[in-house]
């Protein structure tokens, strides 16, 4: 009998130790999980507007775009975006044959009879670089600003040479004497923030 018991009680701590064990690898599993892909802040008075996290191919033509775009509301009422300050992050991981380019963000309207965008950032492979503008302070189409209680049609980013020119065979431009080929596909991660007026942001660290 003694000997039954203690196989007995041998097995159950066997099973009990297996049970253990796997909960402790499945916490593990969630932590790491939760550490290496923690998801986008939701911070009152800020919108995500635009993440692009993936190669850029001849397919996009120079310009990589979401349409419809993502938080495409009334950006005047009731919370004021319009007046508000749009942060950008842009990051290039690889390129074909790495260069020196521009990047500038977009929104177009109205079948693109509007459009307003940021200024050019001078950025190369392995960089990083953040900036940030008034949204009402962009360059404007024909000084025509956008309809920001009206839904945007698109939004995205031109990919250009370093003399300015789209990287790109829209509108006869025959990527404008690159060789598309040197350029995509891009490994490239563009995200934008926009902040209401009046409102400091929170920062990159929780995109």
Known sequence: ????????????????????????????????????APAAANVAGELLIFDWNKPVTTAQKGFPWDKPPKQNGNWVSPVNYAGGTIHFRAQIISMPQPKQMRLQFCFWQFKNTRETCSRTQQITV??????????????????????????????????????????????????????????????????????????????????
């Open 1 to 36: 009998m003694n000997s039954q018991l203690i196989r007995r009680v041998g097995a159950l701590a066997l099973v009990l130790g297996l049970v253990v064990l796997a909960l402790t690898s499945v916490a593990v599993v969630r932590a790491q999980d939760e550490t290496v």
């Open 126 to 207: 392995g960089e990083t670089k953040t900036w940030s503008a008034a949204l009402n302070g962009m360059w404007k189409k024909n000084n025509r600003a956008l309809d920001w209680t009206k839904p945007r049609d698109r939004n995205g980013v031109a990919i250009k040479n370093m003399a300015g020119k789209p990287v790109s065979n829209y509108s006869g431009w025959n990527w404008n004497g690159e060789n598309p080929a040197h350029w995509y596909p891009m490994n490239m991660r563009f995200t934008v923030v926009i902040v209401r007026q009046g409102q400091t942001f929170s920062g990159w660290g929780n995109y």
